[in-house]
């Protein structure tokens, strides 16, 4: 008997855990992400001009993060999709050449980077990032959304209950969420 109460005990405190890191995972705020991780912005090497597509796509964004640019005698520039894929920074969006350029995700969508050095872009240097949804909604922000970009329209196979569940909570969350439920009961 005594054993079975330790395991028990032992049992509750880990679904505790579980749940008050779920808990503190979804309510994950903005974030600022440093372009690059340590490696930073700069020319890549050459046998590896796909690391900052690597580094985008092990990356969420969402209306609210930002990005941090830290570079040395280079600059970086936000152009338009032609400007991405032709390597021109003739006509930015935006441009900085501080070395520590900071620029707010503010709308879903993709946002594209290259370097304004010379032959820093063809040689890799560029950057594509997908912003997803803000971090938070709540109700009535649903429900203020035009029918086509309402998660409630998402599926008609969904009831709206589940829908308006999934577009609070991101999934990964929901199922740690669940899995620590129903694994402390009895």
């Known amino acids: 008997m ?12 880990l679904c505790i855990w579980a749940l008050v890191v779920a808990a503190s995972m979804a309510a994950e705020g903005p974030r600022v992400f ?3 991780d340590e490696f930073g912005w700069r020319v890549p090497l050459q046998n590896d001009t796909m690391v900052y597509s690597h580094w985008a796509s092990t990356n969420r964004f969402h209306i609210g993060d930002s990005l941090s640019f ?21 006509d930015p969006i935006i441009a900085f050449d ?17 370097s304004g050095s010379n032959g820093h872009c063809t040689s890799g240097q560029r950057l594509i990032v997908e912003v997803m949804h803000i971090h938070h909604q709540d109700h009535h922000d649903i429900a203020s959304m035009p029918p086509s970009m309402s998660p409630l329209s998402a599926s008609p196979s ?7 569940a999934s577009s609070l909570l991101p999934a990964p969350f929901a199922a740690i969420i669940l899995l620590a439920i129903f694994s402390c009961q009895p």
């Open 98 to 114: 501080n070395g520590n350029s900071t620029l707010n995700l503010d709308r879903p969508g993709l946002f594209y980077f290259i």
């Open 34 to 36: 440093k372009v690059g």
């Open 70 to 90: 830290v570079y040395e005698k280079d600059s970086v520039m936000e152009v338009d999709k032609w400007g991405f894929y032709h390597c021109n920074g003739s």
């Open 2 to 13: 005594m054993m079975r109460s330790r395991s028990s005990s032992s049992l509750m405190r």
């Open 158 to 164: 969904t009831s709206p209950s589940t829908s308006a």
